[in-house]
Each structure stands twice: as C-alpha cells, then as structure tokens.
C-alpha cells in the first residue's frame, strides 16, 4: 500500500480515493438532514427568521432571544422567504457551508505549503464527525467556520501579493469576509486578534511589512469597534450564564474528544499533534506561517478561558470551533514535513482509516442499514400518535408565566407547531391554553421544557415520555 501513496499527479488509486472521502463528506452532510426535529436552540432561530416579518421585527426578536449577531439569521429568513418557511430549509444552508468548508480549508491549506498537505486536509476535513454534525444544525456555527477559514485564504492571499497597489481584489475581499466573519459569531474577534498578533511578530521578528494589510486591519478595527458598541448595549450575558468554567478534565483533550468523536480519538489526534510540534519545532520555527497557525490555536483556548477566570465562564467548543483550522492545517502540514517517508505514510494511512472507522461506530454509516436514534425532540412520532388516537384534540401546555416577561420557549415552541402541522398537513385541532379554563373532555398536551399540570380538575389518562425531552399526556378534563 505504501507504493501507492507517492503523491504523484497521475495516481488514479490516491485521487480516486480523495474523491470518494469528498463524495462521503458530502453525503454525511446531506443524507438523513431532516430526520430529526429542531431542539430547542434550533426552534430559536426557527422562530427568529420568520419571512413574513419585517427586517425591524426581525432585529427585535434577534436582540430580545439571543446571544449571536444578526447576520446569519438575515441570511436564513432570506432563504425561508426564497424557497418556503420550513425548518429543513435553515439546515440545508448549513449543509452546503459545511460542504463548501472543505473546499476553503484545502485552499488554505495551499497557502502554508508547496506540497500535497492540502489534499490531506481535505480528507480530515470532510470526515471530521465535528464539523459534519454541525453542519446539519440550523445555527450559526458551521457558518462561522466556512467565512472564518474563507477570510483566512484571502489574509493570505493578501499577504503573498507582490502588487504596489493597495486597494486590490484580495484587500476588499479579505476586509469583507473577515467582517463578515465578526458579525456571524462575537469570538472571530479571536481570530482577527490573532492576526494582529501574528503581523506584529512578523514586523519584529522578520522586518516584514505590509502596508496594505496593515491598512485592512485599521479598516476591519473600526468597523468591528463600531459593531461592538452596538452589540455590548444589548447583549447579555445571562444568555450564556448555563456555561461553566472548564476543570481540570479539560486540560487532559482541550475539548479533542468532541471534535473527534470519542475520547480515544481524541487524545489520539492530540497526541499526534503535540508529538509532531515537538519532532518538528525546527522546521516550523523558520515558516513564519506555521507559527501563525499556533498563535490562532493558543489564542483560541487562551483567551476564552482568560476571560472565563476573571468575569464569567464562555468558553463551550461550538463557540470555538474554528480552533479546527489550525488543528486539522497543523496536523496535515507536519506529516508532510517528515522526512521520514514510511513514517509519512504511516501517519496518512493511520489518521484517514482511523477517521473512516469512526463512522462505522457513528450514525453517519449506521443510518444506512438501521434507524438513527433520535436524540433531539420527536414531534413527528407525537403527532402520528395523536393522529392514531380517538381525539385529534391537542394544547401545548408548559407551566403558567406568572412574571411579566413573555414566556419565549412558549412562544417559539408554540410556533414550531403550527409550521409543522401546516406544512406537514396533520389534521390535528390546535387549541390555545387559555381555551383550557371552559374545555370538557380528553385533549393531548404536548410539553418541551418544565412541564407542569394546569390549575384545572383532570385525569391524566395516559403518559409517553418521548426523546428529546418531550412529554405528551393525554388528559380528561371534568
């Protein structure tokens, strides 16, 4: 098998392979999309993307619910407006971001070494089970992922222009997409710091520099200082106060078992890593890209966990997910740097059969020949249910708001429903709570999130406990 890893550009065995692991990555990321509900985050940017709002009410609802910018939700309800007001429509957009990630990552790969590396990452990208599963949520992550890395090829495409010209193709689109980038997710800020921090060293240390992208960066500093002013005024953290600080725990994987599918794997890649910083610290010390490429890893933990330790706890490794970019980029490109050729190929064939064996042991192949477990909440299974029952008859009853702010999880849930019951055209009788006071007779109620009975005189006839947190009661109400 070694004999076949020569890399060379006629090798059908090697491409042909590439290709099917791309094939796989997009399949992985596509197939089975919509087989689960939304959970309750989802249903969040369900409800806050409505296309028959106004962009104002839109904007209300993004600042009233949540903790993320207003990009990605403006680019949902476009799509929902575009083709139809649909949950798989939020989840398709993510998947093609997903898909195109790999693409963006292979690309950047290219700027930090003149050899086949990129090709290599392009594997580890489209298998990662991380990266796949996200991209199959309709939240802002993987997006933020695919304009982080794409931001990253045109900073570079920058840094390597030899033109006197400042205001360039790449200067504009670098400027755009790393912007872009901050208004998607708060924490690209990281990112954008960390290339500060690497054009510093790069004037210090390597008497490099660059006008244009110092002009970029001045550019990109006042627009993401003006959207800061903005977005602290109404942001809270309270939206986030469910985190906790990371233990000691966390500093034995660095959140590697989530990015690679179990905590084997993960110290694995962890391992490999550390072990080829070390075995090759020569090298990367004298490719000042490389160095960039730890300076966004180490900023990525660093400066999260900082903030952690001395005001409140946000550090959560979907937060943080573009740390994978330097992760996967590292891990390629160090292979590639051994001289060692058996042991080269050693750690090729290694990682991309240990990251294809992973899927065996994942739904991602076991969907194919089993039903997936359904981990987030089961409306459809509730609604064939009620369907199948003697009465259609159903109220979403939580508990009663007695506080003065509006109950938003029963709001949102409330309109998740009724799309789905629109769409998907159960006959189902949907009555509002407040119908409850003067109803008679049995009726379902649906709950997801604190489930408490009404003050009313009723039977709780029967029960179903349901994944995901749903609890559907059927009740006789005297």
């Not at 309750?40 to 903790?67: A, G, H, Q």
């Not at 476009?78 to 949950?87: A, E, G, H, K």
């Not at 989840?91 to 093609?96: L, N, V, W």
């Not at 330790?309 to 550090?315: D, G, H, M, T, V």
Request: charged content about 15%; proline content about 3%.
């Amino acid at each position: 098998m070694f004999k076949l890893l020569k890399f060379q550009e006629n090798n059908l065995f090697i491409y042909s392979s590439i290709f099917l692991i791309v094939v796989l990555g997009f399949v992985f990321r596509f197939y089975n999309i919509n087989y689960e509900n939304l959970w309750l985050d989802e249903i969040y940017s369900f409800w806050v993307t409505d296309p028959n709002l106004s962009f104002d009410e839109t904007y209300f609802r993004i600042k009233t619910t949540e903790s993320i910018p207003f990009l990605y939700y403006y680019f949902i309800k476009i799509c929902n407006n575009l083709f139809s007001y649909d949950p798989i429509v939020g989840r398709i957009f993510s998947a093609f971001f997903g898909f195109f990630s790999i693409f963006t990552i292979s690309n950047l790969c290219r700027k930090f070494a003149n050899n086949k590396s990129y090709l290599f990452a392009l594997c580890l990208t489209s298998l990662n089970i991380y990266l796949i599963v996200y991209s199959q949520e309709m939240r802002v992550y993987i997006f933020n992922f695919f304009l982080t890395s794409l931001a990253l090829v045109f900073f570079f495409n920058l840094y390597n222009e030899d033109k006197s010209k400042i205001f360039t193709k790449n200067f504009f689109l670098f400027s755009l997409t790393m912007f872009l980038s901050i208004l998607s997710h708060p924490f690209s800020i990281i990112v954008f710091g960390s290339l500060i921090c690497f054009i510093f060293l790069d004037y210090f240390f390597f008497k490099t520099k660059n006008q244009k992208i110092n002009i970029s960066i001045i550019v990109i500093s006042i627009l993401t200082l003006i959207f800061l002013v903005h977005y602290l005024g109404y942001i809270s953290t309270d939206k986030v106060g469910w985190i906790e600080q990371p233990g000691f725990k966390f500093f034995t994987n660095f959140y590697f078992s989530k990015f690679f599918g179990s905590r084997l794997l993960g110290i694995i890649h962890l391992s490999i890593l550390i072990f080829l910083s070390i075995l090759l610290w020569k090298k990367i010390i004298q490719n000042k890209k490389i160095i960039f490429l730890y300076i966004m890893l180490f900023s990525s933990y660093f400066v999260p966990l900082i903030y952690g330790y001395f005001l409140e706890p946000i550090i959560f490794p979907k937060y943080i997910i573009f740390v994978l970019i330097p992760i996967i980029l590292l891990i390629s490109i160090l292979i590639f740097l051994i001289e060692n050729q058996n042991l080269r190929k050693f750690f090729i064939i290694f990682l991309i059969l240990l990251n294809l064996g992973n899927h065996l042991t994942e739904s991602t192949v076991k969907q194919f020949f089993n039903d997936r477990v359904k981990l987030k909440p089961d409306f459809d299974t509730v609604f064939k249910i009620i369907e199948s029952s003697s009465t259609n008859k159903v109220v979403l009853y939580r508990e009663k708001n007695n506080s003065q702010d509006p109950d938003f999880n029963d709001i949102v849930f409330t309109n998740y429903v009724k799309v789905i019951l629109n769409n998907q055209n159960y006959k189902l009788n949907l009555f509002k709570t407040d119908t409850l006071k003067n109803y008679k007779g049995k009726i379902w109620n649906i709950c997801y999130v604190e489930c408490f009975l009404p003050p009313s005189d009723l039977n709780v006839l029967k029960e179903n406990f349901l994944n995901g947190g749903l609890k559907l009661s059927l009740w006789e109400i005297k």
